[in-house]
């Protein structure tokens, strides 16, 4: 992720703490020695709680792409929660028919394995908007924080 992404988290318990990690100046595909260029970093985060919306992983969004995070092992699992996700999500979003997602999906994706060292590997897929039909994510989340 970088500036200017919106993440959207999954809330599962009641008074859930929020914490992040090392920031990577690069890393390359998979980092696959389990570490990047490491930094320190100053960041400037803004949190809003989403009540009432159901994620199972976590999703990302920026001014180009939306994006679905999975990780899990076997790699072939990582990559089926991804995509299930971000099929699921487009058709839920843009109250399309399952298999139109599917296609767009399949016709559109861009796929990003994201690490390879931790117990579990992590896929990112990520859709371009400018293949999405008009509308809006999230009813418009990352466009508000962006404007904040």
């Known amino acids: 992720m970088c500036e200017g992404s919106t993440v959207y ?7 859930a703490l929020f914490s992040i990690g090392d920031g990577h100046l690069v890393q390359g595909s998979g980092e696959i020695i389990g570490t990047a260029v490491e930094s320190a970093m ?3 985060l803004k ?3 989403i009540k009432n919306v159901n994620l199972n992983w976590p999703r990302i969004e920026d001014d180009n ?3 679905s995070v999975g990780s899990y092992r076997p790699l ?4 089926r929660i991804a995509y299930n996700d971000i ?3 487009i058709a839920e979003n843009y109250n399309m028919d399952l298999q139109d997602a599917y296609q767009l999906v399949s016709q559109t994706a861009e796929t990003d394995l994201a690490q390879m060292v931790d117990p579990n590997y992590t896929i990112v897929v ?3 908007k400018k293949y999405l039909p008009k509308g809006e994510i999230m009813n418009g989340i990352h466009n508000k924080m ?3």
Do not use: S
């Not at 988290?9 to 008074?15: D, Q």
């Open 146 to 148: 962006r404007n904040l």
């Open 76 to 79: 072939e699992d990582a990559a």
């Open 65 to 67: 792409y939306i994006m």
């Open 9 to 15: 988290l999954p809330v599962n318990v009641t008074g």
């Open 87 to 89: 099929v699921r999500w």
């Open 47 to 49: 949190i809003e709680l």
């Open 126 to 128: 990520k859709v371009p």
């Open 42 to 44: 100053n960041v400037t």
